[in-house]
């Protein structure tokens, strides 16, 4: 029986957006067929060369092969020094042009987006190119007269280069392909959405059932059909996660307690009376245990087990803390209460390794979740820590340290609590 999974019900829909990108791609301009690569991945091996066929082109075809080379700078690994220096000159070279000819740019969100792809990467690389900068940016907040739907676009080129959030103002949901170009850029430049407000989970959910009923796009628009097919896969990939998160996002969860323990209840005062003050001590491995369950278990249910037996050798049955069995991963949960802990708890890891992998087809892989109650923290200690676990088995996937909240007392103080 075929499991009626995301991928398989969204698959005829992404195979007709493949093909209708495919056929497009041909005729497509230089511009689009620059950010429909950037959409899709990184740059391809032979990223250097097509830049430099592309800056040659520029010379004729002018600012769509500029915008194409723009793309793939942003995506590329590390670049000669004369394929720079070959963007910068025909940058220069556009803004040296009679007014007419930079007003295409006015008109065309994607071309202007790869330019300032291009010149974000010159700006990483230390080059001086201040003045084009500030050009481009002219160009981007003055008028537009491109499709609304790309003006989002617009908004990151600028922000790539000055970051003064023009992001935060919220894209119109009811346009359909506007709302699906801004979840796409928001998964290429996560960082340029730091300050932006998250898309609403029923406008992500109308996204969704319109890519699948909605007119696809035909042949001949490769920006529309890249981006609805980036737009679907996104949202087929949260949905899995969701369904069955992987150890990425298990490692995330853990990363995320040390925020969750900013509303930790330490009451000085009762809040009724008679009542004594409610006070949520965690003293030891077992308290943060009866923690972390709480954080897991609404994301992955009946697949997490805790504290169970796992076959042993000799006299020794090793008990594992957590273990989520659709990931064959277990969460090995350890407590620092003092400086000289933080041997003990390598070799500790160590010992255990052995032991818990013993049966690989139930477990495979670890995640550490290190608390730490020292009550001198010693977090410059932390990241050699990682290291030293992380080296001693590569089935070791993450070392996740989080320190204990500071409204909770010294330990040589909790004797009165």
Not at 199 to 228: D, K, M, N, T
Not at 381 to 386: I, V
Request: with cysteine.
């Amino acid at each position: 029986m075929v499991p009626l999974t995301p991928t398989f019900l969204l698959a005829p829909r992404l195979a007709e957006l493949r093909t209708v990108a495919a056929m497009s791609e041909p005729s497509a301009g230089a511009a689009s067929r620059g950010f429909a690569r950037r959409l899709q991945g990184a740059a391809p091996d032979d990223a250097p060369a097509l830049i430099e066929q592309a800056l040659a082109d520029a010379a004729y075809g002018g600012i769509p092969d500029v915008a194409f080379a723009g793309f793939l700078l942003g995506a590329a690994g590390p670049l000669p020094e004369t394929v720079l220096d070959g963007f910068l000159s025909a940058v220069e070279r556009i803004r040296g042009r009679p007014k007419a000819g930079r007003d295409q740019l006015v008109g065309d969100d994607i071309a202007l987006l790869g330019i300032a792809e291009g010149l974000s990467r010159l700006m990483a690389e230390g080059r001086a190119v201040a003045d084009a900068v500030a050009w481009l940016i002219a160009i981007a907040d003055g008028p537009a007269s491109g499709p609304d739907w790309t003006r989002r676009a617009r908004a990151l080129a600028a922000d790539r280069l000055d970051r003064r959030g023009r992001l935060r103002a919220d894209v119109e949901t009811d346009d359909f392909d506007a709302f699906a170009l801004d979840l796409c850029l928001r998964r290429v430049w996560p960082a340029c959405f730091h300050s932006a407000g998250h898309p609403a989970r029923a406008a992500q959910q109308s996204l969704f059932a319109r890519l699948l009923s909605e007119p696809c796009p035909i042949a001949g628009e490769l920006e529309r059909s890249v981006v609805w097919l980036v737009a679907a896969n996104a949202l087929v990939q949260a949905a899995v996660l969701e369904l069955v998160p992987d150890v990425d996002r298990v490692v995330d969860l853990l990363e995320r307690t040390q925020g969750a323990l900013k509303r930790w209840v330490w009451d000085e005062r009762a809040s009724r009376r008679d009542a004594a003050p409610a006070r949520w001590l965690i003293d030891s491995e077992a308290h943060v245990q009866a923690f972390l369950w709480a954080m897991l278990y609404p994301a992955f249910g009946d697949q997490l087990r805790d504290e169970q037996y796992l076959p042993g050798f000799g006299l020794k049955q090793p008990r594992y803390d957590f273990g989520i069995l659709n990931l064959k991963l277990i969460i090995e949960v350890k407590m620092l209460r003092a400086s000289t802990d933080f041997r003990a708890i390598e070799e500790q890891i160590a010992g255990d390794i052995g032991l818990y992998f013993s049966d690989p087809a139930r477990f495979d892989q670890m995640v550490v979740y290190i608390y730490d109650d020292c009550d001198a923290p010693r977090p410059e200690r932390h990241d050699s820590l990682r290291t030293a676990i992380l080296q001693r088995d590569a089935r070791v996937k993450a070392v996740v340290i989080v320190r204990r909240p500071g409204m909770l007392p010294d330990r040589h103080q909790r004797g009165s609590v």
